[in-house]
């Protein structure tokens, strides 16, 4: 089952002196948190902050809370991790949470064989990369249009096309 509320940040520290936080989002883009009308403290989703204003500021946001009106409150917030309500994002085409993906079956799309299962994602920057484990190995496959033919996160499926010599026997 997936979970309702997903990690997207935590908050590092505060600027000025009126309440506003540091954000380190784990998202694809700091102007991800702009979507939200509410961020939430705790994966439960039971203490949930009003945003107010969300300010890109190089690789972080800079949040302001309701409620939240001095440097010492902020303070009070530091290392707290930020969660979103999945109801409340729609992904576009081919985007998925990387928590979403871990777990999920891989299959070669010429064979039909089950090449393993995505135990990790890593976030290069040009593309993401998924940790396909299968026998102890674990196998790194570029997530690109190129390789992924399919991905199905309710049947919990991908089929891939790898790319030559990822999964060949080089014995």
């Known amino acids: 089952m997936k979970n309702r509320y997903l990690e997207v940040g935590k908050i590092v520290g505060t600027h000025g002196v009126k309440g506003m936080t540091r954000v380190q989002v784990w998202a694809d883009s700091p102007d991800f948190l702009k979507q939200f009308k509410y961020l939430y403290t705790s994966e439960s989703g039971e203490n949930k902050l009003t945003v107010l204003r969300v300010q890109p500021h190089g690789n972080i946001s800079l949040v302001a809370f309701k409620g939240v009106e001095t440097i010492e409150h902020a303070e009070s917030f530091r290392n707290t991790v930020l969660y979103i309500d999945r109801k409340d994002v729609k992904l576009p085409e081919g985007r998925y949470f990387i928590t979403d993906l871990i777990g999920i079956t891989v299959f070669d799309a ?8 995505i135990s990790d994602v890593s976030q290069t920057g040009a593309n993401d990369v998924w940790h396909i484990k299968k026998d102890g190995k674990e196998y790194l496959i570029p997530a690109i249009s190129d390789v992924l033919v399919n991905v199905d996160i309710e049947a919990e499926k991908a089929v891939i096309r790898p790319l030559k010599g990822i999964f060949d026997d080089e014995d």
């Open 110 to 117: 010429d064979s039909g064989i089950v090449l393993g299962e």
